[in-house]
T-cell receptor, first 110, second 110 residues
């Protein structure tokens, strides 16, 4: 019973490459979210999804693409990675009044 | 989104109570007050939330001012494991978008 998992946990890539971060939940929660956290800052919302096939932009969506063909998966793609996208990425699910966060993916773009 | 104001950092001795304040003078009548915390190198985790009345759970207590313009998260007996960044967040209570500020970094010492 993993709850919410993210993969990979660590990723190093180069500028211009496409990178996909995976998020999987076993609870069937309707809402899913992607946040990024930069050193010394709080979390900022990138994209979120209220249900399968429904996604919407958050605070910092530029340079990212999401999809949600199945309730349990919410992949985040960096179409052409830039150094400014070096960050820790957290996926979360939402149920009623609470969000549950994954362990995060540390991404380094060289 | 309504904003919250928290001290950047606080210190506490182990086994003593900790009171973490949050000001939210522009809170609306439908905003819930949520608290999350983020342990080092982990994703945020839910602590507690409330609307008008004080709330208690196994982790903490939430004291909400009568005018709802401020609230206090109370850890009854701080332990070293409670050292984390604590975030006070306002939300409509639907587990939809949460806006994280920079939070309060709590240090717990022996």
């Amino acid at each position: 019973d993993a709850g919410i998992t993210q993969s990979p946990r660590y990723k190093i890539t180069e500028t211009g490459r496409q990178v996909t971060l995976m998020c999987h939940q076993t609870w069937s929660h309707s809402y899913m979210f992607w946040y990024r956290q930069d050193l010394g800052h709080g979390l900022r919302l990138i994209y979120y999804s209220a249900a399968a096939d429904i996604t919407d932009k958050g605070e910092v969506p530029d340079g990212y693409v999401v999809s949600r063909s199945k309730t349990e998966n919410f992949p985040l793609t960096l179409e052409s990675a830039t150094r400014s996208q070096t960050s820790v990425y957290f996926c979360a699910t939402g149920a009623q009044e609470t969000q549950y966060f994954g362990p995060g993916t540390r991404l380094l773009v060289l | 989104d309504a904003k919250t104001t928290q001290p950047n950092s606080m210190e506490s001795n182990e086994e003593e109570p900790v009171h973490l304040p949050c000001n939210h003078s522009t809170i609306s009548g439908t905003d819930y007050i949520h608290w999350y915390r983020q342990l080092p190198s982990q994703g945020p985790e839910y602590v507690i939330h409330g609307l008008t009345s004080n709330v208690n759970n196994r982790m903490a207590s939430l004291a909400i001012a009568e005018d709802r313009k401020s609230s206090t998260l109370i850890l009854h007996r701080a332990t070293l494991r409670d050292a984390a960044v604590y975030y006070c967040i306002l939300d409509t209570g639907t587990a939809s978008k949460l806006t994280f500020g920079t939070g309060t970094r709590l240090q717990v010492t022996l």
